[in-house]
C-alpha cells in the first residue's frame, strides 16, 4: 500500500505539469489535494493498513500533501505571471511609432548668454565671475559714484541688513575685481551676472536681470578698438549688414560714454513700434574707461587706457524675438520657455 503511494504520487505531480492554464489548475487541484480530492482522501484509507504500518502511512501521505501544495503554488505563480505577461492590454506594439522621451531646454537667457560669452570668447575675451553681493564702495564708489553722486538715483539699490553691502545692480564692478586680480594688461575679459534693482516690477522692468560686462585694457587701447569690438560682435550675434551706430552717452565709469544702437530688426530702419519710430534699437553702453576707475582698479591711467560696455541679455532677447514683456523671463512658464530650444 506505502508503496502505491510512490505511483500515486508521480502520477498526480505529471498532472499538474499538464495544467495549462489556472482554470485546468483548479481543477487539477480540486480532483487532488482539494478537500475531497484523491490524495486528500488517502488518509480514509488507513484503515487497510495494519495498525503496525500506520504512523509510517499517514507520514508518507502528509509528505506528498505539502510537496503537492508547494508544486501547486509554483505553478500557480508562473501560470499567473504567463497571464499577465499575454493581456492584450500589455502587449508591446512593436509596429507603434515610438515614445519620445521629451528633452529639456535651456533657459533663454542662458543660450543668449552662451552665443554671446562664444563671440568674445573667439575675440581672446576670457569669461570671468563676479560676486552678487558687493560692497557699496565696489558697486559704485569705486566706479567714480561717492555717496552724493546723482548717478546713484539711476539705480534704485536693494541693500543688505549692512548698509554698506548691497545686490549688485550693474556688473561693472567685476572691472574693478578683474583689474586688480590681472596686473599688468593686458585685460580681456567679459563678466555675466546676475543684477538687481529695487524697482517697481512691469512689462519692461524687472527687479532682477542679467548683466553682460567686457572690460579691455591695455598699454594704447583706442576708441577705434571698441567700435572695432562692438561692431564685429553685433554683425557675428545679428548678421551681416545689419546697420549698428554709436550715439554719445554718460556713464560716471566712462569717458566718453556712448550707446550702442542696431537697425531694428521690425522695420530695419524705416521706423516702427517696436523702435519707437526711430529705426534703431539700443542694445549696449560703453565707453573708454574713467582715468579714476582705472585708478581704482590699480592701472596708472598715464600708462594704460581701455574700453568697456555693458548688456543685457534679456533685453537682447526681448528686441530679437518681440517678446513683449520682461517677467516671461523668471515665470517659469513652460509654454514661454519652450518656445527657446535654441537661439537663432
Ligand atoms: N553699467 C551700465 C548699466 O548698467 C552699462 C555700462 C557698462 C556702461 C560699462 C558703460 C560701460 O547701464
Given at each position: 500500500m506505502i508503496d502505491q503511494l510512490d505511483d500515486i504520487e508521480a502520477r498526480v505531480s505529471a498532472a499538474l505539469d499538464q495544467a495549462v492554464d489556472l482554470e485546468q489548475l483548479e481543477e487539477w487541484r480540486r480532483a487532488t489535494i482539494g478537500r475531497k480530492g484523491e490524495?486528500?482522501?488517502?488518509?480514509?484509507?488507513?484503515?487497510?493498513?495494519?495498525?503496525?504500518?500506520?504512523?509510517?502511512?499517514?507520514?508518507?501521505?502528509?509528505?506528498?500533501?505539502?510537496?503537492?501544495?508547494?508544486?501547486?503554488?509554483?505553478?500557480?505563480?508562473?501560470l499567473k505571471r504567463s497571464a499577465h505577461d499575454n493581456d492584450?492590454?500589455?502587449?508591446?506594439?512593436?509596429?507603434?511609432?515610438?515614445?519620445?522621451?521629451?528633452?529639456?531646454?535651456?533657459?533663454?537667457?542662458?543660450?543668449?548668454?552662451?552665443?554671446?560669452?562664444?563671440?568674445?570668447?573667439?575675440?581672446?575675451?576670457?569669461?570671468?565671475?563676479?560676486?552678487?553681493?558687493?560692497?557699496?564702495q565696489l558697486n559704485f564708489g569705486d566706479l567714480n559714484m561717492p555717496p552724493d553722486h546723482p548717478a546713484r538715483d539711476m539705480q534704485?539699490?536693494?541693500?543688505?541688513?549692512?548698509p554698506s553691502v548691497v545686490l549688485r545692480t550693474h556688473t561693472s564692478g567685476g572691472q574693478i575685481l578683474a583689474m586688480q586680480e590681472q596686473y599688468p594688461a593686458p585685460v580681456r575679459v567679459i563678466l555675466p551676472g546676475m543684477c538687481y534693482r529695487n524697482e517697481q516690477i512691469t512689462s519692461r522692468s524687472e527687479i532682477q536681470f542679467h548683466q553682460i560686462e567686457g572690460l579691455a585694457v591695455g598699454p594704447a587701447i583706442t576708441f577705434a578698438d571698441l567700435k572695432g569690438t562692438l561692431t564685429e560682435f553685433a554683425r557675428r550675434l545679428f548678421g551681416e549688414g545689419r546697420g549698428a551706430r554709436f550715439r554719445a552717452s554718460y556713464f560716471p565709469f566712462t569717458e566718453p560714454s556712448a550707446e550702442m544702437d542696431i537697425a531694428c530688426f521690425l522695420c530695419d530702419g524705416e521706423g516702427c513700434q517696436l523702435c519707437k519710430e526711430t529705426g534703431w534699437l539700443e542694445i549696449l553702453g560703453c565707453g573708454m574707461v574713467?582715468?579714476?576707475?582705472?585708478?581704482?582698479?590699480?592701472?596708472?591711467?598715464?600708462e594704460w587706457s581701455g574700453f568697456a560696455f555693458g548688456m543685457g541679455p534679456e533685453r537682447i532677447a526681448m528686441l530679437r524675438h518681440g517678446i513683449r514683456d520682461i517677467r516671461y523671463f523668471w515665470s517659469n512658464d513652460l509654454r514661454f520657455l519652450r518656445q527657446f530650444q535654441r537661439f537663432v
Open positions: 490524495v486528500q482522501l488517502l488518509t480514509r484509507r488507513m484503515g487497510e493498513i495494519g495498525p503496525a504500518d500506520r504512523p509510517a502511512f499517514g507520514k508518507r501521505i502528509n509528505e506528498i500533501k505539502a510537496s503537492l501544495q508547494v508544486a501547486f503554488e509554483a505553478r500557480q505563480e508562473a492584450d492590454d500589455d502587449r508591446l506594439d512593436v509596429t507603434l511609432p515610438g515614445r519620445r522621451p521629451t528633452l529639456g531646454g535651456l533657459h533663454p537667457s542662458t543660450l543668449v548668454m552662451r552665443r554671446i560669452e562664444r563671440i568674445f570668447g573667439d575675440m581672446g575675451f576670457q569669461t570671468y565671475r563676479s560676486p552678487d553681493v558687493v560692497t557699496d534704485d539699490t536693494f541693500y543688505t541688513t549692512d574713467h582715468p579714476t576707475v582705472l585708478w581704482n582698479g590699480g592701472y596708472d591711467p598715464e
